[in-house]
T-cell receptor
């Protein structure tokens, strides 16, 4: 596609509900990253995939957070039993295999509000 | 652990002014540095990427410089316009295939 696509753009979940956030990266981009952005803060790393392999999940805040990319393209970030502190914008980024001139391209984000 | 700081946190200027946004990082072993723009409620748009071997990059009215040894980068915006109003973020990867570490951003308002 022309850019990184994320859906839904907005999600309101009741506390305790499970949610799934989707990221469609730029075609051919092997690297895919998920970030969490709280209001007034910079994005913070959650997890990273190279193709279908999850190489780093050190940023996931708890075991309620789970991400997958089974075919090395579309990725899903799942949050189980959502809590109010999970309210944030979730950003997905993709890039080509890394070189010094590799740019990361971001989607529009999914704004999650837990009520 | 890499930490990125952006100063100022917010800036309001009249239209037409030239301005400088600052970014500093604690670990100079970076792969590159990327400047982004974020409009309210939107994702990040890449503005400029400076490779670790470069000292500056230019795109239109934007010029970004990098001084790895001192851990600093600046984003210079010439002849600012109201449409430049947004939050500007800088970010560095520690090395290839590692996640970006972001600053908190500078919120810019350009007043017509």
């Amino acid at each position: 596609g022309a850019g990184v696509s994320q859906s839904p753009r907005y999600k309101v979940a009741k506390r305790g509900q499970d949610v799934a956030l989707r990221c469609d990266p730029i075609s051919g981009h092997v690297s895919l990253f998920w970030y969490q952005q709280a209001l007034g803060q910079g994005p913070e790393f959650l997890t990273y995939f190279q193709n279908e392999a999850q190489l780093d999940k050190s940023g996931l805040p708890s075991d309620r957070f789970f991400a997958e990319r089974p075919e090395g393209s579309v990725s899903t970030l799942k949050i189980q039993r959502t809590q109010q502190e999970d309210s944030a914008v979730y950003l997905c980024a993709s890039s080509l295999p890394n070189g010094e001139n590799t740019e990361a391209f971001f989607g529009q984000g999914t704004r999650l509000t837990v009520v | 652990k890499q930490e990125v700081t952006q100063i100022p946190a917010a800036l309001s200027v009249p239209e037409g002014e030239n301005l400088v946004l600052n970014c500093s990082f604690t670990d100079s072993a970076i792969y590159n540095l990327q400047w982004f723009r974020q409009d309210p409620g939107k994702g990040l748009t890449s503005l400029l990427l400076i490779q670790s071997s470069q000292r500056e990059q230019t795109s239109g009215r934007l010029n970004a410089s990098l001084d790895k040894s001192s851990g600093r980068s600046t984003l210079y915006i010439a002849a600012s316009q109201p449409g430049d109003s947004a939050t500007y973020l800088c970010a560095v990867p520690h090395r290839g295939n590692t996640p970006l570490v972001f600053g908190k951003g500078t919120r810019l308002s350009v007043i017509a």
